[in-house]
């Protein structure tokens, strides 16, 4: 894999390169912002109602803190295409550095290693990190093998008319992040690829997305990629 400025080169075993783009600290440290207000009104939501029911609610209230502050990340992370809330409304996401979802290693680490991060305070040690390890990388995503990206699906207007014409086309399997680039990539550079090497890679990438092999994958190959820009 290589890094070009803010982007990261990711070829898949298919032998399709893809590029994901790397957030910087600016939307990463406001996603962190949103996900840590979104824990603390939890955590005073119950606690006008458990207070009342004395040392028992009180344990219940430390439980759920305890699940605020440790199982929130890795939670939303696994089960939620890698993205908190936090990051689904800033249009980012974590991913293992090949580009794969974030598993459940990932996720526990990098959220683990956050106290890490924050020493001495304020998040000095995680924003150094980030700032000399080239990827963004806070000393949890180093651990972790992980990167925060951005959503392939925020894509400008003049990308989407990058895509050859097509109708979108509903997708019938569930797709990772990486595959969606892998896919929206082939259809963006199809024109440049020669009608043969485009039909071979079409072959390739047409079960990935449940598509028909044949001279039509790479057709709707270009629908399920205007289906991915638009919808995600």
């Given at each position: 894999m290589d890094r070009i400025d803010n982007h990261l080169a990711v070829?898949?075993?298919?032998?399709?390169?893809?590029?994901?783009?790397?957030?910087?600290?600016?939307?990463?440290?406001?996603?962190?912002?949103?996900?840590?207000?979104?824990?603390?009104?939890?955590?005073?939501?119950?606690?006008f109602g458990l207070f009342i029911l004395g040392g028992f609610g009180q344990g219940l209230l430390l439980l759920i803190a305890f699940g605020a502050l440790w199982l929130y990340g890795p939670l939303f992370e696994v089960f939620y295409h890698g993205q908190t809330p936090g990051k689904k409304i800033l249009g980012i996401r974590v991913v293992n550095q090949d580009g794969t979802p974030v598993g459940w290693y990932g996720a526990i680490i990098r959220n683990l290693l956050r106290v890490v991060d924050f020493l001495p305070f304020g998040y000095v040690a995680g924003i150094i990190a980030m700032v000399i390890s080239g990827k963004f990388q806070r000393l949890g995503d180093l651990a972790g093998d992980t990167v925060v990206v951005y959503e392939r699906s925020a894509f400008t207007e003049e990308e989407n008319r990058a895509l050859p014409p097509a109708e979108p086309v509903q997708l019938s399997v569930v797709l990772s992040p990486r595959e969606q680039e892998a896919i929206v990539d082939f259809s963006e550079r199809s024109s440049s690829l020669g009608p043969d090497r485009s039909a071979e890679l079409a072959e390739i990438l047409a079960p990935m997305a449940g598509a028909p092999t044949g001279p039509e994958a790479a057709r709707t190959l270009h629908g399920v990629a205007h289906r991915i820009v638009r919808w995600g």
């Open positions: 070829e898949t075993p298919e032998g399709v390169e893809f590029e994901l783009e790397l957030s910087g600290i600016t939307l990463r440290t406001f996603a962190f912002l949103i996900d840590s207000l979104i824990k603390a009104a939890v955590v005073m939501a119950f606690s």
